[in-house]
């Protein structure tokens, strides 16, 4: 995978790194020279001084062959310009955009029009945010904020379109590496699950698995029911 990464902040020198780990291909584009020039040591792909929101930078980082591009500066408009025209470039590459304001980020993932534009929203100030205040509120406890390499907690929202709502959390056939932990109805209830929970119409799914699983387990939740099956 080839991955342009906008911003050399901590995060995005983090993403850089763990990427080229996992032997990805990655470019860097970052408007401080200073920073540019200290990242160029750190990473061994191509870093470019220059600013993602200008059309030909992007070009220079070959954005139309880039499977992905992930904004990470602290600049909101910034990231959400530079989305918009990594995706004008090329329609089919993934954009992950960062939003430093929590209020702001459920907007881009509900509003229809902005999700053509990004693929997934993140905010790490409010991962954060939620992560110290249960540490606050119920102290005592050795929480995992990210799962150990090769698992994941990721979530699944489900309507009334999606194949697995209605069923009995038995009847999934779900791969062996994989374990739904949380369900959460339309109204924000949470279920702790049995094999006999019966999924909502509505709501989102919170499921633990192996890396090795995610990719059948995205397959079925994410399938939709056909015109003719309604």
């Known amino acids: 995978m080839y991955v342009i990464i906008m911003g050399a902040g901590r995060i995005g020198t983090l993403v850089a790194k763990m990427l080229e780990n996992s032997g990805h291909d990655v470019a860097i584009i970052e408007m401080n020279k200073d920073r540019a020039r200290a990242v160029s040591d750190i990473v061994s792909g191509l870093v470019i001084e220059g600013d993602a929101t200008d ?3 992007l070009e220079s980082a070959n954005v139309r062959n880039a499977d992905a591009f992930v904004a990470l500066t602290g600049k909101d408009d910034a990231n959400i310009l530079a989305c918009i025209l990594a995706k004008h470039l090329n329609p089919r590459i993934m954009t992950i955009l960062r939003i430093t304001d929590p209020r702001k980020k459920k ?8 999700k053509k534009y990004f693929d997934v929203v993140v905010s790490p100030e409010d991962i954060a945010a939620n992560y110290i205040f249960r540490v606050v509120i119920t102290p005592g406890f050795d929480r995992v ?3 150990r390499e090769g698992a994941e907690i990721i979530q699944f ?6 194949k697995v709502a209605g069923k009995a959390v038995k009847d999934l056939n779900l791969p062996r590496d994989s374990l739904i932990i949380a369900i959460y109805d339309e109204k924000g209830n949470l279920i702790i699950p049995s094999g006999e929970t ?7 799914v919170v499921v633990f698995a192996k890396d090795s699983a995610l990719k059948e387990i995205k397959k079925i939740m994410e399938e939709k029911v056909e015109e003719s099956e309604e």
Request: charged letters at 30%; zero cysteines; hydrophobic letters at 35%.
């Open 55 to 57: 059309q030909n930078i």
């Open 107 to 114: 907007i881009f993932e509900e509003v229809k029009d902005l």
């Open 145 to 147: 904020l990210l799962p």
């Open 157 to 162: 929202h489900i309507d009334e379109n999606s």
């Open 198 to 204: 019966i999924l909502p119409k509505r709501g989102t």
